[in-house]
T-cell receptor, first 113, second 113 residues
């Protein structure tokens, strides 16, 4: 069964550094998303991406965050000037259409120290 | 603010029991309600519900949506230890080509042998 692949599975970074989280969505999917889950809390929406541009972003997605689809397969989330409160599990998701639900990747655990 | 509330937050049962997990919501621009199972990391898709009163079934799992009373239930019959997981309810909201998921906190189900 097709999967959404995320790398790395765990990333530790120093506060203030930049990180890039990588995702390979399912190949025929057109809609891409990032969600995050702080330990013990709800899964929260960060950003949606379609047709090479951001469709919607949440208030969490401040100007330190950016997304990119640099080629036909990868979808990346970059966080600049990381803060301790960025520590969370980051999930990438994709969907083929707006009617068939979302497939989630297995996540990247980001730890900012 | 969109709200999704799941109950109970945790539940411990014995193998063979039947469980009912609840999800109520208050959102604007409802499009669908989704159930996911989260074991180690990635939420895995169970059901997507868009119409009231139509039960969806997959093996021992079933789910139904009530759009008038704004809730959904997820039933698991003849529970097995492999059903132990966090069950997430998410409501899809939005319009046009912009949709996102708002999640509940989840129900932690533990099935003891």
């Amino acid at each position: 069964e097709p999967e959404v692949t995320q790398t790395p599975s765990h990333q530790v970074t120093q506060m203030g550094q930049e990180v890039i989280l990588r995702c390979v969505p399912i190949s025929n999917h057109l809609y891409f998303y990032w969600y995050r889950q702080i330990l013990g809390q709800k899964v929260e929406f960060l950003v949606s991406f379609y047709n090479n541009e951001i469709s919607e972003k949440s208030e969490i997605f401040d100007d330190r965050f950016s997304v990119e689809r640099p080629d036909g397969s990868n979808f990346t989330l970059k966080i600049r000037s990381t803060k301790l409160e960025d520590s969370a599990m980051y999930f990438c998701a994709s969907s083929e259409t707006l009617y068939l639900g979302y497939t989630f990747g297995s996540g990247t655990r980001l730890t900012v120290v | 603010e969109d709200k999704v509330v799941q109950s109970p937050l945790s539940l411990v049962v014995h193998e063979g029991d039947t469980v009912t997990l609840n999800c109520s919501y208050e959102v604007t621009n409802f499009r669908s309600l989704l159930w996911y199972k989260q074991e180690k990391k990635a939420p895995t898709f169970l059901f997507m519900l868009t119409s009231s009163g139509i039960e969806k079934k997959s093996g021992r799992l079933s789910s139904i949506l009530d759009k008038k009373e704004l809730f959904s239930i997820l039933n698991i019959t003849a529970t097995q230890t492999g059903d132990s997981a966090i069950y997430l309810c998410a409501v899809e909201v939005g319009g046009g080509s912009n949709y996102k998921l708002t999640f509940g906190k989840g129900t932690l189900l533990t099935v003891n042998p």
